[in-house]
T-cell receptor, first 112, second 110 residues
């Protein structure tokens, strides 16, 4: 069976510090991978998606970047965090375009 | 999200009552997905609808997609406390892009 992992579960970082959130998928190969941010009481905002290694599409101009160094690894990064980067970050995978997505447990990021 | 409108924003029902959540798009959808989320956790996939007029059920939850593929409803029959959570609709916009509604928070009072 397929599983998706995210870490860390929670993170408190000062403004201006770097960020690295990691997501890995097990039990499947060449998945589509997604990073979302969820603000309190709001839906999900798609940040990045990837259809293959090294292929990243950005949906929203922002202070964040994403990389896919391996087939089942997706990393969300920032060089300098802003207060507005606080939120709940979710990673997801799907078999292909048009298929349902399966979500990780999320990372709660608080920028202080 | 401006592309998917969910209503109501929140819902409080007595255990045993039926309820409906709606999801509307101004565009024709390639696919419509329903998810459930417990606060502070990831989303759990419930159902996917792709064809106009399609209807799917899982236990006491039924989802429908209208003929024009622009509106979907999620209906829960005889609600239970275990149904409580946030329900989100999501849509496939094509080319790998997706969008979600803002969610409906459901509270079921025992």
């Amino acid at each position: 069976s397929q599983t998706i992992h995210q870490w860390p579960a929670t993170l408190v970082q000062p403004v201006g510090s770097p960020l690295s959130l990691e997501c890995t998928v097990e039990g499947t190969s060449n998945p589509n991978l997604y990073w979302y941010r969820q603000a309190a009481g709001r839906g999900l905002q798609l940040l990045f998606y990837s259809v293959g290694i090294g292929q990243i599409s950005s949906e929203v101009p922002q202070n964040l970047s994403a990389s896919r160094p391996q087939d089942r690894q997706f990393i969300l990064s920032s060089k300098k965090l802003l207060l507005s980067d606080s939120g709940f970050y979710l990673c997801a995978w799907s078999y292909s375009i048009g298929y349902e997505q399966y979500f990780g447990p999320g990372t709660r990021l608080t920028v202080t | 999200s401006q592309e998917l409108e969910q209503s109501p924003q929140s819902l409080i029902v007595q255990e045993g009552k039926n309820l409906t959540i709606n999801c509307t798009s101004s565009k024709t959808l390639y696919g419509l997905y329903w998810y459930k989320q417990k606060y502070g956790e990831g989303l759990i996939f419930l159902m996917m609808l792709q064809k106009g007029g399609e209807e799917k059920s899982h236990e006491k939850i039924t989802a429908k997609l209208d003929e024009k593929k622009q509106q979907s409803s999620l209906h829960i029959t005889a609600s239970q406390p275990s149904h409580a959570g946030i329900y989100l609709c999501g849509a496939d916009l094509g080319a790998g892009k997706s969008t979600f509604g803002d969610g409906t928070t459901l509270t079921v009072k025992p």
